[in-house]
């Protein structure tokens, strides 16, 4: 396969499976590509009577008919010579070990699983205009922990301080809690195009590794 000249397909995203069809990790359209091309991986493709592998000669093949019936529903790289389809999925030939099962705590989890909102005043904000507040301070003894850190904007950071929020007659939009499953993984699933994920992420326990 030559070199892609677009670079915007190989930036989508990929869930991997290890070989007992568990999810793993989320990687790169590029790292999925290097992984098929070492033979070190298949393309899964879900089906309405459930789903298909194909090595990458064959998806190579199939992408040649999806680019004319199905392209819309796909992202595509262009070769010199032709143009593959972003795989969704891609399992992993000789990796069994189990997902792991613990989210990471940190600002990327937690904006996900607050979604970039204010947890004071409610309003959505950008990453860059958003900061972690302790919901008991440090100061008072307050953890950095799950249930311990929101997202606060600058402003209301500053009107509460080194206070509790009830000391600063503030209000939670929620209780901060520990999810269950990655909350970047949670925001994909809102997506149309990674949709086929699911049926590799309904159980609650499965945690995926974003790299």
């Known amino acids: 396969m030559e070199a892609a000249l677009p670079i915007s397909g190989l930036n989508c995203n990929v869930l991997v499976l290890n070989r007992l069809y568990m999810a793993i990790r989320v990687v790169s359209a590029r790292r999925a590509f290097s992984l098929l091309l070492k033979d070190l991986a298949e393309v899964i493709s879900v089906e309405d009577a459930g789903y298909l592998s194909y090595n990458i000669s064959s998806w190579i093949e199939l992408s040649q008919l999806k680019a004319v019936y199905e392209r819309e529903q796909n992202d595509f790289v262009r070769t010199v010579r032709f143009e593959i389809a972003v795989p969704r999925i891609i399992r992993l030939l000789g990796y069994d070990r189990l997902p792991r099962q613990d989210v990471k705590l940190n600002r990327r989890n937690i904006y996900a699983r607050d979604h970039s909102l204010c947890q004071y005043c409610g309003k959505k904000f950008s990453t860059q205009e958003l900061s972690l ?14 249930d ?5 904007c600058v402003y209301c950071n500053a009107k509460k301080g080194g206070r509790t929020p009830h000391q600063a007659h503030m209000h939670l939009m929620k209780l901060p809690v520990k999810p269950k499953r990655n909350p970047v993984i949670n925001l994909r699933l809102g997506s149309d195009k ?5 049926h590799f992420l309904d159980h609650a326990y499965w945690s995926v590794e974003l790299k």
């Not at 507040?133 to 799950?146: N, Y």
């Not at 311990?148 to 606060?152: H, I, R, T």
């Open 148 to 152: 311990n850190l929101v997202c606060a």
């Open 194 to 198: 990674y949709s086929s994920w699911k």
């Open 133 to 146: 507040d302790h919901v008991i301070p440090r100061s008072l003894g307050g953890k950095t922990t799950w």
